[in-house]
């Protein structure tokens, strides 16, 4: 809210189900939200959702949500009061999202809504399709289309999104996203909206948008309101708070309240001095279980592997290509066997398995890439850092490592 609602070339986590379910794709832990929402006159909404990484290359995301219009005064055919009745709105949300490679994604979302007039009750569909296309570089464009079913059954397209993002990295490593969003409604109804992000730090954040109604064929004309917002972070917990000022039928505001499943590390954690020599495991300044570091990086032009030996891993088929995330790369035995590890919780195993692969390929960009995830999921962004940027020196376009590198200044 804080940006306008302008999401829709900007991937954000398990929001991306409103916004453009391509998004989904780029999610990088499991994720919880909680939602409060006090609208335009008097409406309040109860949100929460559920973002799910299926892989490094896809994602989805589950939604349910409660919105009370609040009671209005009944009258009857004589123009008498006649006590009152409720309106409310309750909706089941479900959406996934895939990488196709070199930057693009797609996406889909379905909502069922079962709303609710005095004694009169509606059930109703909708539908969303998006396409998120992150190039190399700042710059990202998204679009989504919704189509809905009118009170007759019938479908009909209600909205479409289009935007541009560009997030540059500014100095001292603190990134800024600026959106502009243009949608156009079926109710005789466009709006534009630019907006900006810019992390103070990485506990927190600043947000805030200028959004432009235009109302054709009505004596309004254009309206224009300011949205702003904030987020703080600490650990595995953020908090947001958006609103939208200057609306002539008064304000909204959204409190928000999320949890991400060992996708974060704590935003007061002191860095490591030298991440290059940690202490040894088990030692008594080593803290529990610390992860070995990794290993040299890659020059810009690797050189090949040698030949395998008769004892070497099995290539991987061509059929096992298509399911991960570095478009025109086969995955090798190693990040298979490492991906496989790290889906089952086997950090250790994972690691190991990644540590191996890149020994024996340093142009390995998967598994360079595996092993930073790995680190990162236990707790060592410090360590995760080089591995992310060895897999983009050997592959600039991989998604997944730029969405991390973003989210990890």
């Known amino acids: 809210m804080g940006l306008g609602n302008a999401l829709v ?32 006159v008097g409406a309040l909404r109860e949100t929460a959702v559920l973002g799910l990484p299926l892989g490094p290359a896809q994602g989805a995301a589950f939604a349910v949500d409660y919105v009370s219009y609040g009671s209005f005064d009944a009258i009857n055919d004589q123009g008498l009061a ?53 190039p190399v570089g700042a710059l990202s464009f998204g679009v989504a289309w919704t189509a809905e079913q009118d009170a007759l059954q019938a479908w009909r397209s209600s909205a479409v999104n289009a935007g541009l993002a560009w997030q540059p990295e500014l100095a001292g490593g603190r990134p800024l996203s600026v959106a502009l969003q243009g949608q156009w409604l079926t109710q005789d109804r ?37 949205c702003v917002g904030a987020g703080l972070a600490a650990g595995a917990w953020t908090l947001d708070y958006g609103v939208v000022t200057d609306h002539p039928l008064g304000y909204a505001q959204r409190l928000s309240l999320g949890y991400a499943f060992g996708g974060r590390t704590p935003a007061a954690a002191e860095p490591v001095a030298n991440p290059s020599t940690p202490p040894p495991l ?34 991987p088929t061509q059929e096992a290509a298509p399911q991960f995330g570095v478009a025109g790369a086969l995955p090798s035995a190693a990040y298979v066997e490492a ?42 962004p410090d360590y995760a850092r080089p591995c992310m940027a060895a897999c983009l020196r050997l592959q600039p376009n991989d998604a997944e490592a730029l969405h991390w590198m973003r989210q990890h200044p």
């Not at 954000?12 to 989904?24: I, M």
């Open 82 to 134: 006649n006590g009152s009745f409720t309106a409310s709105d309750l909706g089941l949300l479900g959406g996934y999202g895939f990488k196709l490679g070199s930057g693009l994604s797609l996406g889909g979302q379905a909502r069922f809504s079962q709303q609710r007039l005095a004694d009169v009750t509606q059930n109703l569909w909708e539908g969303t399709g998006g396409l998120l296309y992150q």
């Open 339 to 380: 991906y496989q590890d790290a889906g089952s919780g086997r950090w250790s195993e994972a690691l190991l398995a990644c540590r191996n692969g890149v020994a024996a390929n340093p142009g390995d960009a998967l598994c360079w890439r595996e092993m930073g995830l790995v680190y990162d999921r236990l707790g060592r």
């Open 9 to 40: 070339a900007l991937d954000h986590g398990p929001t991306a189900l409103w916004f453009n379910p391509a998004g989904l794709a780029g999610q990088d832990a499991v994720g919880l939200g909680l939602h409060h929402d006090s609208g335009l």
């Open 190 to 226: 466009s709006q534009v909206t630019l907006g900006a992000e810019w992390s103070l730090s990485r506990a927190a954040v600043l947000r805030g948008a200028w959004q432009e109604a235009l109302y054709q064929g009505s004596a309004a004309g254009p309206m224009g309101v300011w």
């Open 282 to 315: 088990g030692s008594p300044s080593a803290g529990p279980a610390s992860p070995p570091p990794p290993l040299p990086l890659p020059s810009t032009a690797p050189e090949p592997a040698a030949a395998p030996t008769p004892m070497a891993a099995p290539e």
